[in-house]
């Protein structure tokens, strides 16, 4: 491997289990043959930001080669100051207003000299107005700008979009894998803390990382768990009961997920190493690397995220505490929350199916 080679692939070493898509960004940049516009998709929660926040330092890193390099490059990067790297994470939609001055600041060329590299995170968010304000851009940022766009839910981009993207889809983590993530994090890899978020985490980096220290999210959870056993245990019999008091249950609980999600300050996109460096001493790591439109964020206060959003992070921590094995196993109702999942992801109409959701657990209980 050259000495290259090696220094681009030692950025992206605080990202577990990724192998193909940082395996496919290294060679790129060493080739030099990088495309404009990326598209990372994948499951949340499982190092898409963090890889793209790696590749920016890849580009821009004075020293070369570590994953928490502390040069001022990296550093700027990593704190969200860095003028050349934008990385916008909205948590509503993404409007032409917007868009249009991302797109003005592509077009103009940056200071240093080096490219600059823009990141939109949660891109499905992206208004199909501002997806069209676009379009020219994304197709040609010209070689000063490469564009990154992160998605959960591919689905719910414009075809258009996609079609103008690299994509590089990223998986779930293995079990071991996470586990070698929670030693990198600091974490004791065999205390039964880091077991038991291992074991709930679902394959999720982020997950794991907020259910090992956050604590309204660890009570959250394990609140999740015992109503989900007292409703899928061997009792469970009296099924249009349950699934009356379900449906209360099921919007409460998105709720304070969803919430404690907002609250854990953890900040987003940092990779293995930054996060012990967070965890050792959040009131200098405790910024991150967004930095477009975070204002507006910071004030907004009342919901915090579409329904749609609030029942999926609590389907997906559901069907993964079913599948773990503290609740007694019940392969129906698992099924159907995982039809239900699968739904809302491709924008099936969430009324309807949260009506179905609760008919067929009513029926499986
Ligand atoms: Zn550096």
Request: glycine content about 8%; charged content about 25%; some cysteine.
């Amino acid at each position: 491997m050259s000495d290259k080679k090696r220094n681009i692939e030692a950025f992206y070493s605080g990202i577990v289990s990724q192998d193909v898509p940082v395996r496919i960004l290294t060679h790129l940049t060493v080739a030099g043959r990088l495309p404009g516009t990326f598209l990372f998709s994948g499951p949340g929660g499982v190092g898409k930001l963090a890889t793209a926040i790696a590749f920016a330092k890849s580009l821009h890193c004075s020293k070369g080669g570590k994953p928490d390099c502390d040069c001022p490059e990296c550093s700027a990067i990593r704190s969200g100051t860095h003028p050349d790297v934008i990385v916008s994470s909205k948590d509503r939609h993404f409007g032409v207003d917007e868009m249009r001055e991302l797109v003005a600041l592509a077009g103009l060329r940056s200071g240093s000299g080096h490219e600059r590299v823009i990141i939109l995170d949660r891109a499905e968010l992206i208004t199909q107005a501002a997806s069209n304000a676009a379009l020219k851009a994304l197709e040609e940022p010209g070689d000063h700008v490469r564009f990154i766009l992160i998605t959960d839910t591919p689905a719910s981009l414009l075809s258009t979009i996609r079609s103008r993207a690299y994509a590089l889809k990223f998986s779930l983590v293995g079990d071991d894998e996470l586990a070698r993530f929670a030693e990198m994090t600091g974490d004791d890899p065999e205390s039964a803390e880091t077991r038991n978020a291992i074991r709930i985490a679902g394959g999720r980096p982020g997950r794991y990382f907020r259910l090992k220290h956050m604590k309204e999210y660890v009570e959250v959870t394990s609140e999740i768990e015992g109503w989900l056993s007292e409703s899928f245990g061997r009792n469970g019999t009296a099924s249009v009961e349950i699934a009356l008091k379900w449906k209360d249950a099921f919007w409460q609980f998105a709720d304070r997920l969803s919430s404690a999600e907002r609250d854990a300050a953890v900040p987003r996109g940092y990779n293995a190493y930054e996060i012990g460096d967070f965890i050792k001493n959040p009131d200098i790591y405790g910024t991150g690397p967004i930095n477009w439109q975070v204002e507006e964020r910071k004030k907004k206060t009342g919901r915090y995220w579409t329904q749609g959003r609030q029942a999926l992070l609590l389907a997906g921590t559901m069907s993964q505490l079913l599948a773990s094995q503290s609740v007694e196993r019940n392969a129906r109702p698992i099924s159907r929350i995982h039809d239900f999942i699968e739904k809302v992801k491709f924008n099936c109409s969430f009324d309807i199916s949260v009506e179905r959701l609760y008919f067929h657990l009513a029926k499986a209980l």
